[in-house]
């Protein structure tokens, strides 16, 4: 063989019927004995791959796939046809199934939803999205990018680390639900994207308590009051959080 061992990268999305390489033997002798065939005698169990038999050209023959089988060691035999007794000889093919942007990213879940108070600071962090894909290097890498659906832009996605971030002041909005939608796109080409629906409901805080209409209530009663029910006077307080307030009397 002209090389001891012979190395290749074949990308995954190759077609059928492509060259892969050439091995090429000599042989010293002349006429029959040195006419030389080549052979896979190992390495092949897949048949993706076949050897043409007169010209070394090695072919490949069906599809590859590079997340199921990222390598192939072949082992190759050239032979001559000499008599009584052909020679032969053997030589190692490492081919290498390089990646190809063939697998659409995900992200983890088909749906988002947080709570945040409405006394949320800005620029704080609500939640991290986070997505697989199957492809290895630059086609495996990630850009995210948020979309209000019917709602203001008031968050925002770091396009990298999927980080999501309040950008504007909530504390006086009216707004209870807000909906997004995020994408996820792959540096792969072509790019391949996915998507999922994000839902952020905001939440009063409580942070302030009741406060009566007066320090104190003063009622003067008779002693012949009758004590089923009767309406003795009304209290009344408010709060800045909540129009709902519960009233009751504790022992003092």
């Not at 038999?53 to 060691?73: M, N, P, Q």
Request: glycine content about 4%.
């Amino acid at each position: 063989f002209s090389q001891f061992n012979y190395s290749q990268n074949i990308s995954e999305s190759s077609s059928p019927g492509q060259v892969v390489l050439v091995v090429t033997a000599q042989d010293r002798d002349t006429g029959v004995s040195g006419v030389v065939d080549y052979a896979i005698i190992d390495g092949n169990h897949l048949e993706h791959f076949a050897v043409e038999e007169s010209t070394g050209e090695l072919v490949l023959i069906s599809a590859l796939d590079r997340e199921s089988v990222a390598s192939y060691s072949l082992l190759v035999r050239a032979s001559d046809s000499g008599l009584p007794f052909p020679c032969s000889n053997d030589t190692l093919v490492t081919l290498i199934v390089t990646d190809s942007n063939d697998n659409e990213p995900c992200l983890s879940r088909p749906f988002y939803s947080e709570t945040i108070p409405l006394s949320t600071p800005i620029n704080s962090l609500v939640l991290s999205i986070s997505s697989q894909d199957g492809d290895i290097g630059i086609n495996s890498d990630m850009l995210y990018s948020l979309h209000p659906v019917n709602s203001p832009p008031a968050f925002s996605i770091h396009p990298t680390s999927g980080d999501i971030t309040l950008t504007q002041n909530i504390s006086n909005s009216s707004i209870q639900v807000y909906h997004y939608l995020i994408w996820a796109v792959d540096k792969g080409t072509p790019p391949l994207s996915c998507s999922s629906f994000l839902t952020l409901y905001t939440l009063q805080q409580n942070v302030y308590s009741p406060i009566f209409d007066r320090s104190q209530y003063l009622l003067s009663i008779s002693e012949n009051v009758f004590t089923n029910n009767n309406t003795l006077t009304y209290v009344s307080a408010s709060d800045s959080d909540s129009e709902y307030i519960i009233y009751s009397i504790t022992p003092g």
